[in-house]
């Protein structure tokens, strides 16, 4: 069965340091991977996405995510940590037509000021 | 923009109700979907559709129904309504290509069940 984990329910950061949240998968076949941020208060929100090429991707706020298929993950980075950045964020992997999009439980990030 | 609306941010039934949700896009996407948030369980999908007319069941659609009788709009239905099914609800829609489309949310709907 399809899965994505994400382990940590919550990470905290000082503002201005590089932080990562990380997103780990199980598929059968090539995974198409996402990531969504919710502010309080908030539906989801797009931030990237990786499909297919170049395994470093760049998507909205600053951040970016790597495709390691090796290690079977996508870990959402941001080189200097803002304090607006405090969020939930959702990891999302879907392989083929027959399986549904699968979200992670979340993780709380909190940047500290 | 993408706009998802969703006919109520806050809602209040008692156990037994029947209680519509109304997700609305402008967009002209293909696809719509209905997940429930529940704290530590992330997201979960509870029915999809893929064009007008057509749904399918996602991972938990045990106590609900949708319908689409417009392109524009996909209503997720409480036939009766349990405390079970207290929860924010998230409507959300994509263009075309269901996997690889980005999905566009609205702001969600919490709804309490006494």
């Known amino acids: 069965a399809q899965s994505v984990a994400q382990p940590e329910d919550q990470v905290n950061v000082a503002e201005g340091n590089p932080l990562t949240v990380k997103c780990t998968y199980s598929v059968s076949g090539n995974p198409y991977l996402f990531w969504y941020v919710q502010y309080p208060n908030r539906g989801l929100q797009f931030l990237l996405k990786y499909i297919t090429g170049d395994n470093l991707v760049k998507g909205s706020y600053g951040f970016e995510a790597e495709f390691n298929k090796s290690q079977t993950s996508f870990h959402l980075k941001k080189p200097s940590a803002l304090v607006s950045d405090s969020a939930l964020y959702f990891c999302?992997?879907?392989?083929?037509?027959?399986?549904?999009?699968?979200f992670g439980k979340g993780t709380r990030l909190h940047i500290l000021p | 923009d993408v706009k998802v609306t969703q006919s109520s941010r806050y809602l209040v039934k008692r156990t037994g109700e029947k209680v519509f949700l109304e997700c609305v896009q402008d967009m002209d996407h293909e696809n719509m979907f209905w997940y429930r948030q529940d704290p530590g369980l992330g997201l979960r999908l509870i029915y999809f559709s893929y064009d007008v007319k057509m749904k399918e069941k996602g991972d938990i659609p045990e106590g609900y129904s949708v319908s689409r009788e417009k392109k524009e709009r996909f209503s997720l239905i409480l036939e009766s309504a349990s405390t079970n099914q207290t929860s924010m609800y998230l409507c959300a829609s994509s263009l075309w290509d269901i996997l690889t489309d980005t999905q566009y949310f609205g702001p969600g709907t919490r709804l309490t069940v006494l």
């Open positions: 999302a992997v879907r392989v083929n037509r027959d399986d549904k999009i699968i």
